[in-house]
């Protein structure tokens, strides 16, 4: 049995390699060393560099109140350990108290393993999978100083099922940019979803142009992105981006030459429309000006929502921005109750997807939204069940007019997001919202 020997506090240095950086309860424990004593012994290793000092392995914490409490001396058993040893040792010591963060967690993983551990026997020592370690392992490869940031900010609240959803983005530096710019878990979920999302569009659109262009299709022109809702193109062929490549496109490239037009969500084979024989006729003019500007009307309505669904999150789901939320309850409940919304569960979690119809989600992914659906405020939920209401509904009627229902519907919600902070991005965007821009048709007086 090791004997335990009284060390003077000057001959003893806190472990560099100690994976806890942080202690708690200091000021506590510095009183309760002043009143009884330490009543446990430290577990210490000779400091190679300085004859007659050592290094702490257990007991750091008591070491760091000790010197506060202004004692002299500290009982010890002087031990002799290798360095891999003594990760080891301070690992499993600190693991069983619960005093790591899984960031430190993750780092003395990745430290001990660098020191010629296996996997396979770490997890025997930790009594953890392999595939925990695994993860853990991921998760220490995350910017250090973020990690640290997040753990302390008391509005993130950062959960393990948050940083295992991180490893679905294969490009580290990628993952910290995600988690930096989210303010708390639901908007990391959110970012880290959009992200797979993006890759995924990204991806099969590569595959696209590499079979279309096979086929003799190539680029559109720079013009037919702005010409896209006239007469002068028609769709032949249309692909969502956010579903599976054919592994054969089968399309008929006849006398008129095709092109591939890549747009947010699609990928577009067009072609220019037939020479037209005979002129239109003024109500044929009229009535296809007509649809080309209720066409540009839905589609800067859906740029006005993506923008406000990227404010919503970003600010008043994330918390970021605290506004007194009682006091919108009645005027909340009186929009929601005219917009006529069907509220259900899914309401509020088909918010956090960004597939269009939230069933094509995985089942775990969705009970991970449902479940951050259910810890929103009573007030961010309506906002959100208004949002996902007003993102179904049209502010152009099918004559080509402003609807004055749905957008004094829109000019509200609108309102709600000034409260938060929110502001027109362009003039475009408050002459569609109030109905002013140009493209609507005038009323008649």
Not at 216 to 224: D, R, T, V, Y
Not at 301 to 306: A, G, H, S
Not at 353 to 370: H, L
Not at 413 to 437: A, M, V
Request: a positive charge; aromatic letters at 8%.
């Amino acid at each position: 049995m090791s004997k335990i020997i009284n060390i003077p506090l000057d001959k003893l240095k806190l472990h560099p390699q100690n994976v806890r950086k942080k202690y708690e309860g200091i000021e506590e424990l510095a009183e309760s060393i002043k009143a009884r004593g330490v009543l446990q012994n430290l577990t210490v290793v000779p400091d190679k560099s300085k004859e007659g000092a050592y290094i702490v392995v257990i007991g750091n914490r008591r070491l760091t109140a000790a010197k506060q409490a202004g004692i002299s001396t500290l009982p010890c058993i002087v031990e002799e350990m290798e360095e891999k040893e003594q990760i080891e040792t301070m690992l499993l010591e600190n693991m069983q108290r619960n005093d790591l963060t899984v960031y430190e967690e993750a780092q003395g993983f990745q430290m001990v393993l660098d020191l010629g551990e296996t996997e396979e026997e770490l997890a025997k020592k930790t009594g953890f999978s392999k595939t925990t370690i695994r993860r853990r392992l991921n998760i220490a490869k995350l910017d250090e100083k973020l990690m640290s940031e997040k753990e302390e900010d008391k509005n993130f609240q950062i959960r393990l099922t948050d940083l295992y959803e991180l490893e679905k983005i294969s490009d580290v530096e990628k993952r910290n940019e995600l988690l930096s710019k989210a303010a708390n878990s639901n908007e990391l979920i959110w970012r880290v979803n959009g992200e797979l999302s993006r890759q995924k569009r990204e991806k099969n659109e590569k595959k696209l142009i590499e079979q279309l262009e096979e086929k003799g299709i190539k680029k559109a022109p720079k013009n037919a992105s702005q010409e896209r809702y006239t007469n002068k193109w028609e769709t032949v062929r249309s692909f969502n981006l956010e579903k599976d490549v054919p592994a054969e496109i089968k399309i008929k490239v006849g006398k008129i030459p095709l092109y591939y037009l890549a747009t947010y969500s699609s990928m577009e084979v067009i072609r220019r429309t037939k020479d037209v024989k005979r002129k239109l006729t003024p109500a044929e003019k009229e009535k296809a000006e007509k649809e080309s500007r209720k066409k540009k009307i839905k589609a800067r309505t859906k740029d006005v929502l993506i923008t406000w669904k990227d404010f919503i999150m970003s600010n008043i789901v994330s918390g970021k921005v605290k506004v007194s939320e009682k006091e919108l309850y009645e005027p909340l409940w009186s929009l929601l109750t005219k917009c006529g919304c069907y509220v259900s569960d899914m309401t509020v979690a088909s918010f956090f997807s960004e597939k269009k119809n939230f069933y094509e989600n995985d089942e775990e992914i969705k009970e991970n939204f449902k479940k951050r659906a259910q810890e929103l405020s009573l007030g961010k939920q309506m906002i959100v069940v208004i949002y996902e209401d007003l993102a179904r509904k049209d502010l152009v009627l099918y004559n080509g007019k402003y609807s004055k229902l749905n957008g004094e519907l829109f000019l509200k919600l609108y309102d709600f997001l000034k409260i938060y902070g929110y502001t027109y991005s362009s003039s475009e965007e408050q002459e569609i919202i109030q109905g002013t821009s140009e493209l609507y048709t005038v009323e008649e007086e």
